[in-house]
């Protein structure tokens, strides 16, 4: 099947019953997401995690949980002051991007995608940080949401995913070019439709439309390189889709990371095999975070 | 490959000996010797191995010992001794499934793929640093087990190396028990091995026959000047104990060994940052491996 336009898919998703409008927290929170840490309004994060009882149940759950050595966390204030704004963050988003999708719609698991999404907003900050990228929040939030377009195409068309998840695995090929195969379209573009109609910042909306594609970006700032090596790292270790993807990626070599160096001459010296190593270390924090928020 | 491990001091005054200045001596002349380099902080694992070369030949302290390694007549012997002591190593059969992985469905594809297009039909790996053999027979498991699928119609060999020859005549020997047998099925045992006493198998002719056991060191020009035409390099855990001159001398050997297109692994704590930099780091899912390019390649990222 030929790679279709992004015009000729767009009725297909938008059409879709199933398309939910953007849950009520997210608008504000993604906002907020964005402000440097030093700005974020405690009392507003406390406020729209008691908004809902589930989520503020598991900001507790995990305050408690032995991974945070903490016990008796009985509020929702020293709950997320005990886990922190970047998990607070992510579990919040998480749960309710999570919601938009019926437990019996999933292609594939839930924990599955949480634990790429997590990973790779993770990886995301910490490289900002490592190559002095000004704003690591906003290098977290994007590689948090880069991936929505999979929640779009596992509603929009679950059957279909899951046929093109399934060829993915068979085959070892990445999932976006099962989807340009089996689907005419990738989650990149899907996600872009409903990035913009909930509104999401450009460079946000950038993210969620390049990350497969850097070159293609019509701004092509380092966001999006930045959330593409993250997005590969993650995939190659261990945090990816739950399958073998045969690849063999020399990152130093990405189109990417020379955007990247142009932008941040700090990342030419950094010491990949050693980044490669932390991503491993971090990825016990990952899997509990992910599993105490979202496994069943 | 050598022990990563804390190896437990075998004297109880070993931790004061460390101070002693003969055990500096004798790093820096095993270093000269061999590039195999302990730093300050693991001082402790070479006086453990050299306590177990002292009670051998009645050597009473560290300067006794030295003098056995520089001024004795059989100075040369013992000092292969002493490096026999300090390349000791254990490990076990199929220890890095994500590099056998990659192997199989990434790496081989694309390096039969490219020498078909060149009418080769032969590949050549090396296991540099083999200690026991374990895994020189684990890259001979793989290949045989792929010689019916995608390696039908090609012929391989390895070569296995190390410094040590007490490592060397084990692997030869090819004897193994549980522990390095502990990741390795109950079908490839039946296959590629046969019964040696009620607890250790002995691996059978054909894994045998693929490969050649040499006594190397890696620190010899000379002699790493001919080993061309590589295909693959492991050299896992070996590294470790170089220092930044020897091990940049090493893979500048290693790179011209390799025929281009063709990779170098390591450890998998090992990183060869800031020691090489025409090695291209690539990542296949849980493993990592040094590529050299082929001649013409400007980046763009890899097939």
Known sequence: MNRHSLDEIRPRIQALEAMPAVPAIVLPLTAMLQLPSDQVD??????????????????????????????????????????????IEAILLGCCLNRIVPPDKWAFDAVTFWRHSLGCAL???????????????????????????????????TEDFRACIQAARDGHVALHRSEEEHLGFTHCQSGKILADRWHFSGDVVEVIEFHHDVVA???????????????????????????????????????????????????????????????????????????????? | MVETGIAKPVTESTAEDLRDPAYLKIRNMIYQISGIYQPD??????AARCARRMSEVNAKTPAQYLEHLTVRGDREA?????????????????????????????????????KS??????????????????????????????????????TFDILATDLNDNSLVA?????????????????????????????????????????????VNLNDDSKMTFLKGMDLIFCCNVLIYFDLSSKRKVMQHFYSNLLPGGYLFLGHAESLYQVDDRFHLVHFPGAIGYWKPPVGYTGGGKP
């Not at chain 1, 142009?262 to 992910?290: N, Q, S």
């Not at chain 2, 902080?41 to 070479?46: D, H």
């Not at chain 2, 028990?177 to 109950?186: D, F, I, P």
């Open chain 1, 42 to 87: 405690v009392d507003k994060i406390v406020e729209l995690v008691s908004y809902d009882g589930t989520i503020a149940a598991q900001c507790l759950r995990m305050a408690n949980s032995p991974l945070f050595g903490r016990r008796n966390t009985e509020t929702v204030r020293s709950a997320v002051l005990a886990l922190g704004l970047e998990r």
């Open chain 1, 123 to 157: 990886v995301s900050s910490k490289m900002a940080r490592l190559i002095g990228y000004p704003d690591p929040e906003k290098a977290y939030l994007a590689g948090l949401l880069h991936d929505l377009g999979i929640l779009v195409n596992t509603l929009a068309c």
């Open chain 1, 217 to 296: 970006a019509p701004v092509g700032g380092p966001l999006v390189s930045l959330v593409h090596l993250s997005d590969l790292l993650c995939r190659l270790r261990d945090l990816g889709y739950g399958y073998y993807e045969a690849m063999g990626v020399d990152l130093a070599g990405d189109a990417a990371w020379a955007t990247l160096v142009e932008h941040y001459p700090a990342l030419a010296k950094m010491d990949l095999a050693r980044l490669t190593m932390d991503i491993d270390g971090a990825m016990e924090e990952i899997v509990a975070i992910v599993d105490a928020v979202f496994k069943p």
């Open chain 2, 41 to 46: 902080e693991k001082l402790y694992l070479l």
């Open chain 2, 78 to 114: 013992e000092l292969r001794l002493l490096l026999n002591e300090i390349t000791i190593g254990e490990t076990y059969m199929f220890r890095s499934p994500p590099q056998l992985e990659a192997l199989q469905k990434v790496i081989l594809p694309e390096i039969l793929k490219a």
């Open chain 2, 117 to 154: 297009a060149m009418g080769f039909k032969r590949l050549h790996l090396w296991s540099a640093g083999c200690s026991t053999g374990e895994e020189p027979y684990t890259l001979a498991m793989f290949l045989l087990e792929e010689s019916e699928k995608m390696l039908a119609g090609w």
């Open chain 2, 171 to 215: 692997a030869k020997a090819g004897v193994y028990g549980e522990y390095a047998l502990r990741s390795t099925t109950e079908l490839l045992r039946r296959k590629y091995f046969r019964p040696y006493d009620d607890k250790r198998l002995q691996v059978a002719d054909r894994l045998k026959s693929l490969i050649r056991f040499e006594r």
